[in-house]
């Protein structure tokens, strides 16, 4: 595991923003993971600029999405997919009909978490996946349990996810409760693994991911078995790990 150390947000996003782009580059037909959240906003930004700059396309990418809430027709604005035309594909020549994400309308969990696998493994497999850390070290919303689920699943958010995510809703009563999540094995099959991490209310959770016990009491920690894991973190997540300077 590379883990890279950065002053602030800013410069976590144009390092993780650069390591996407070599990708781009060095595979114009590849398959990028994404994510969604405060964490990688910047990084789709130095994307969407540098594509502007002509420095970039998108025009042979495929995407494929971590997850979406159950149950959020993905016209609702806090959806994921309107995330992804909010912040990448709307301002870049990306073809729609290669983004994908899972249908939070679909109302039969075992059918479109079959379908979602289905879409991925039809991609030919991920080159490049995107992630941010829950506080509670989580990866996509595989949360906290007893085990490490392995593919597209429906989960049951857990309360400190909900607490996380009201910022983006009315209020708590207001977030789904559920969600289609890639899992553990869907995103440990990506070729890559890119994190980013940033403030001191993640540095429990980057702690914990990468310098304690593989546990599925900390789902992140999975990722320290990856053999091509890097992690860009500012100094605030990085607070709690001593790393040499
Ligand atoms: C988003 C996702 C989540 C977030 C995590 C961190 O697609 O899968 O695991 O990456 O909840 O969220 P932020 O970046 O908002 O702190």
Avoid at 51 to 57: C, M
């Amino acid at each position: 595991m590379k883990i890279i150390r950065t002053k602030d947000y800013g410069e976590m996003s144009r390092k993780a923003a650069g390591i996407i782009s070599a990708q781009v580059i060095m595979k114009p037909d590849c398959v990028l993971g994404l994510a969604t959240g405060s964490s990688p906003e910047g990084t789709y930004e130095k994307l969407v600029e540098w594509y502007n700059q002509g420095d970039l396309d998108f025009g042979d990418v495929t995407t494929v999405n971590l997850d979406e809430y159950r149950g959020l027709p993905k016209e609702n604005d806090q959806s994921y997919y309107c995330f992804m035309h909010r912040h990448l594909f709307d301002y870049v020549n990306i073809n729609p009909d290669r983004t994908f994400l899972p249908d939070g309308m679909n109302e039969d969990p075992d059918a479109e978490c079959a379908r979602y696998e289905e879409v991925i493994r039809a991609t030919g497999g991920v080159d490049l996946q995107l992630l941010g850390l829950g506080r509670n070290g989580h990866i996509g919303f595989n949360e906290p349990g007893e085990f490490f689920e392995k593919g597209t699943h429906c989960v049951d958010l857990h309360p400190s996810t909900i607490e996380a995510n009201k910022r983006f809703f009315a209020s708590a009563d207001d977030v789904p409760k559920q969600a289609y999540s890639m899992g553990i094995q869907t995103i440990m099959n990506a070729k890559k693994i890119l994190v980013v991490v940033s403030g001191e209310d993640k540095a429990e959770a980057v702690k914990n991911c990468f310098f304690g016990p593989v546990t599925p009491k900390v789902p992140g920690s999975i990722l320290q078995m990856h053999p091509d894991v890097t992690v860009v973190a500012d100094e605030a997540a990085l607070s709690l790990c001593s790393l040499p300077e």
